[in-house]
């Protein structure tokens, strides 16, 4: 791409050829390609404007604090980002659920962590913003779309004809996007990724070949824009669900004729035992895309059942961006569907966690990543990032190893293992024999330790509905399965499992309330 050209300038391009085509649906409201256009060149030149009046044209970081799957969050990063400015998303730091709010000090974190020097609103979220602006020892410009108060610039008052792309110019190496991680190792971390890797993504969707109906119900802010701009691309539309919710993705499905959709295994999940799915035209479903969190390998063999060659699992991390892909031909695999697919070559090497030497095929180590997605940097935080980057390699803290053929198994966090019962363990190990159980529906385990610092293994599951196993026959399975050590300490049978902010389960709360 040119210098002064970015993947938002692509995405306005391809919906130029059709200017009536409705490409977003958000509550009751829609905007076609025309529509999408004018607001986000007239954003564009009114956000130039206001950064030229505060001076701040060159290093300009406009935080976006809207409800986060409407189309204003999409319409104030394509604003930002077409002019060069670095992008923040400060709503959530949650990549499952759009609706889970960061708490205002968090924000304010945020906001002074990145030197952010506007703040974009919607109306829904201004006095939020005012609230934030006054805390703040520097200047802090609001800015929206429409008029929101006379302390707010309306950026739709941007002429869309005065906006020349000519007189940008992006540098491919600046932060085009800021996201925060949930934190679930830690403190939430903000990592950047440039321009040079925001329009890499982009390249996809214009060389998908079909048109693609996405239906949006995880936040725009994480990965969901990214598959939002890409569905774009590909000439499609897509359709904003404030979160997700089965009966809702159903009737979507079949209503908007979807034909792509991002889920997690926990969502997966519900839609697969919902009453209606049976009775639900699934027909238009091209790609499901499923992220986040390993999947079980026997659900996963009753989804293909239910919707057909369709599926797909990603594997990726905020730090390294895509790692590698199960295909939908590979799903029909028993041995792959233990796997996270195959990435591409080059792209992974497994190594020893002590010397760091490059482990042999189907032995494990650290899944480490090179490729054209890997993030900039943590904001901030350039200890860590030199930790974490090591010669352009992303040290991901994930267990795995490459068999001979190149696909990827994994085998848990680093911090994750366990010693017990004299043996080391591998938490997924004992999930993925939990799940090979008729009766199971999810299942997590994880560790609890006593006073003295002992480690026991413990686990929860989700029965499907129905079921009648016991805590004994589930301990008599596991025993069969894998070995009598790998039995949990204690099992406990609830009717669904806490997620954390990526849509996993949540360990830490479920080992706080077992040692309580």
């Known amino acids: 791409m040119p210098s002064n050209e970015t993947y938002v300038g692509q995405i306005l391009e391809v919906i130029s050829a059709e200017p009536e085509k409705v490409v ?14 004018v607001l986000v060149r007239s954003a564009a030149q009114g956000l130039r404007r206001c950064t030229e009046w505060s001076g701040r044209t060159t290093d300009a970081v406009v935080a976006v604090l809207t409800a986060n799957n409407t189309a204003p969050t999409l319409v104030l990063r394509y604003a930002a980002n077409l002019i060069g400015a670095t992008v923040v998303h400060l709503h959530t730091t949650n990549a499952v659920d759009p609706g889970d709010r960061l708490v205002a000090d968090a924000e304010l974190k945020i906001l002074r962590e990145t030197g952010a020097t506007h703040l974009a609103v919607d109306g829904a979220n201004v006095a939020s913003a005012r609230a934030l602006r006054d805390r703040l020892p520097t200047p802090l410009v609001l800015v929206g779309l429409g008029e929101l108060g006379p302390d707010v610039v309306d950026l739709t ?36 990724v440039d321009f040079r890797t925001r329009n890499r993504f982009i390249s996809a969707g214009l060389q998908m070949g079909w048109r693609s109906v996405y239906l949006s119900t995880m936040p725009l802010s994480h990965s969901s824009g990214a598959t939002a701009d890409d569905s774009l ?25 979807i034909t792509r959709m991002l889920v997690s295994p926990p969502h997966l999940y519900l839609l697969m035992d919902h009453p209606e799915v049976g009775s639900t035209d699934l027909s238009s479903l091209q790609m499901v895309t499923y992220l986040g969190c390993p999947a079980s390998p026997e659900r996963l063999a009753d989804a ?4 057909g060659q369709v599926l797909i699992q990603v594997y990726g991390t905020s730090e390294a961006g895509f790692i590698s892909m199960l295909s939908p031909a590979d799903h029909l695999d028993a041995r792959l569907r233990t796997t996270v697919g195959r990435p591409l070559p080059g792209w992974v090497r497994i ?34 990032t030199a930790r974490t980057v090591r010669d352009g390699w992303v040290y991901t803290g994930d267990l795995g190893f490459l068999d001979s053929e190149g696909y990827l198994s994994l085998r848990g966090r680093m911090g994750e293992v366990m010693k017990t019962n004299g043996i080391k363990i591998h938490p997924v190990t004992v999930e993925n024999a939990f799940l090979s159980h008729p009766d199971i529906a999810q299942a997590c385990v994880f ?70």
């Open 157 to 192: 008052a941007g002429d869309t004809d005065a906006f020349d792309l000519d007189d940008v110019e992006i540098r491919p190496d600046h932060p085009a996007v800021v996201t925060y991680t949930s934190g679930t190792t830690g403190e939430p971390k903000g990592i950047a």
């Open 447 to 516: 560790c609890v330790r006593d006073r003295d610092r002992i480690e026991y293994l413990h686990a929860a599951v989700v029965l499907r509905e129905g079921a009648t196993a016991t805590v004994a026959d589930l301990a008599d399975h596991i025993r069969a399965t894998i070995s009598p050590k790998h039995v949990p300490a204690e099992t406990t049978i609830r009717t669904e499992l806490p997620l954390t902010g990526v849509g996993k389960p949540d360990k830490a709360r479920l080992a706080a309330e077992a040692g309580s």
């Open 233 to 257: 691309a590909s000439g499609g539309s897509v359709i904003l669900q404030d979160r997700f919710d089965a009966d809702d993705a159903l009737r979507a499905i079949q209503e908007h004729r």
């Open 351 to 384: 190594r020893d966690v002590d010397d760091h030497h490059d482990m042999p095929a189907g032995e494990t180590g650290e899944v480490c990543v090179q490729s054209p997605f890997t993030m900039k940097e943590y904001v901030g935080e350039p200890e860590l």
């Open 24 to 37: 977003l649906w958000w509550h009751d409201q829609t905007l076609t390609a025309a529509g999408l256009g």
């Open 304 to 307: 293909v059942k239910i919707f």
